[in-house]
T-cell receptor, first 118, second 115 residues
Framework: AQTVTQSQPEMSVQEAETVTLSCTYD???????LFWYKQPPSRQMILVIR??????QNATENRFSVNFQKAAKSFSLKISDSQLGDTAMYFC???????????????FGKGMKLTVNP | NAGVMQNPRHLVRRRGQEARLRCSPM?????VYWYRQLPEEGLKFMVY????????ESGMPKERFSAEFPKEGPSILRIQQVVRGDSAAYFC?????????????FGEGSWLTVV
């Protein structure tokens, strides 16, 4: 079974600074997807960024980028130029690919609370 | 294009009552997922449905919980004889096709409180 670990329960950063959120996972599969979701105080789950395991290039979405280390099973999220609106819970998630059978269920880490201070 | 709609947003039930949570997927989406989030925890998969079919219910408790996604109408997550431990946020998500290449969109969640 796949597991996702977010070892830092909480972090804070000053506005405009850069912060990195860590995530490790465990799987025996070779092809899969990794995600970062954001859950602001409104509690809605918002997709931040997605990485396909077979792609070596790290995904980027504006101020958000990942450092994907497949051999180390590490998937960290870097937020540049932090904004007050980035304050939220951040969840790392894993999904196996459908070619291997089964459903596309997401396995989530326990989350990390990020606070951006003015 | 309206997003994933869940209702009610907040539901209070006494122990032993039934809870029904509804989810209307995004327009054009035929795949629905239900997740549960306990306090201070990440989301845990419960069930994956397509129209009129349960594809994967490996995360559903064996008793009291059921889910359906009829040909017409919203998907329903039903919890019978609720207990305090059922208090949680229940999230519905939908996608247009099978496969993680297609983005899964989440609703805003339904908060169940059992008193």
């Amino acid at each position: 079974a796949q597991t996702v670990t977010q070892s830092q329960p909480e972090m804070s950063v000053q506005e405009a600074e850069t912060v990195t959120l860590s995530c490790t996972y465990d799987t025996s599969e070779n092809n899969y997807y990794l995600f970062w979701y954001k859950q602001p105080p409104s509690r809605q789950m918002i997709l931040v960024i997605r990485q396909e395991a077979y792609k070596q290039q790290n995904a980027t979405e504006n101020r958000f980028s990942v450092n994907f280390q497949k051999a180390a099973k590490s998937f960290s999220l870097k937020i540049s130029d932090s904004q007050l609106g980035d304050t939220a819970m951040y969840f790392c998630a894993f999904m196996r690919t459908p070619l291997q059978g089964g459903s596309e269920k997401l396995v989530f880490g326990k989350g990390m609370k990020l606070t951006v201070n003015p | 294009n309206a997003g994933v709609m869940q209702n009610p947003r907040h539901l209070v039930r006494r122990r032993g009552q039934e809870a029904r949570l509804r989810c209307s997927p995004m327009k054009g989406h035929s795949h629905v997922y239900w997740y549960r989030q306990l306090p201070e925890e990440g989301l845990k998969f419960m069930v994956y449905l397509q129209k009129e079919n349960i594809i994967d219910e490996s995360g559903m408790p064996k008793e009291r919980f059921s889910a359906e996604f009829p040909k017409e109408g919203p998907s329903i997550l039903r919890i019978q004889q609720v207990v305090r431990g059922d208090s949680a946020a229940y999230f519905c998500a939908s996608s247009s096709q099978r496969g993680p290449g297609n983005t899964i969109y989440f609703g805003e969640g339904s908060w169940l409180t059992v008193v």
